[in-house]
Each structure stands twice: as structure tokens, then as C-alpha cells.
């Protein structure tokens, strides 16, 4: 059974920064792509930042220069420091894992590329 449990979230005023973590079991990253998302209240989730299977990353333009996603195989443990927070960065943060090689962005960011998702872990940003 795979399971994602996202961590790190909070509360921070624009400019903060803050570090997700997402802890996966019964999977491993090495072989796997991964993502980070986000779903603020009334809006589609959206894709922020990835690693492809190859490990190459790739981001959302809007978060491009801001956030960095990384991993450490041996903790099966994914990352996402997210610096220069803005109020708009505020939504529910939720890590993913999916098979084969995404490519690009089109794949990527899009959430029906992945299967296996955390429960989220929530992000607000005060201006």
C-alpha cells in the first residue's frame, strides 16, 4: 500500500519562507516521478514543481526562481523549499507519485499524470 504524508505547511507573512516535506511508504522515488500541487478554495489543482523519473525538474512559471523541488532517495522523502512566499501562494499543498517519464511540463503538471497523492498540508501566506 503507497501512502504520501505531507508536512511543513503553516503560516508565514509574504516574503517567509517555508520547507514541505512529503514521507512516502510502499514506493520508491528513485523509479517514480513526483510533484508538488496546490488547490487554493474554489480553484483547480494546479502542478508547482516536479522530478521526472530521469530527475530532471521542471516548475510552474509561477513559482519559477522562488520554489526548489528535491528528494533524498535513501528517506524516500520528497522536498519543496519555498522562498519569497506571496499572499497567492496561500492553498492546500499536495505531494504526488506517478509512473514512467512525464517529458515535460504538459505531463508533468497536470494531476491526472499521477496516481498515488498525500492528504495536503495547507499553506497561507499574509500580506
Known amino acids: 500500500q503507497v501512502t504520501l504524508v505531507e508536512s511543513g505547511g503553516g503560516s508565514v507573512q509574504a516574503g517567509g519562507t517555508l520547507r514541505l516535506s512529503c514521507q512516502g511508504s510502499?514506493?520508491?522515488?528513485?523509479?517514480?516521478?513526483v510533484g508538488w500541487f496546490r488547490q487554493a478554495p474554489g480553484k483547480e489543482r494546479e502542478g508547482v514543481a516536479a522530478?521526472?523519473?530521469?530527475?530532471?525538474?521542471s516548475y510552474a512559471d509561477s513559482v519559477k526562481g522562488r520554489f526548489t523541488i528535491s528528494k533524498d532517495n535513501a528517506k524516500n522523502t520528497l522536498y519543496l523549499r519555498m522562498n519569497s512566499l506571496k499572499p497567492e501562494d496561500t492553498a492546500m499543498y499536495y505531494c504526488?507519485?506517478?509512473?514512467?517519464?512525464?517529458?515535460?511540463?504538459?505531463?508533468?503538471?497536470?494531476?491526472?499524470?499521477?496516481?498515488?497523492w498525500g492528504q495536503g498540508t495547507q499553506v497561507t501566506v499574509s500580506s
Open positions: 510502499g514506493l520508491t522515488y528513485n523509479n517514480n516521478c
Open positions: 504526488a507519485s506517478g509512473l514512467g517519464n512525464g517529458g515535460n511540463w504538459w505531463n508533468l503538471g497536470r494531476p491526472g499524470f499521477y496516481s498515488e
Open positions: 522530478i521526472d523519473s530521469d530527475g530532471s525538474t
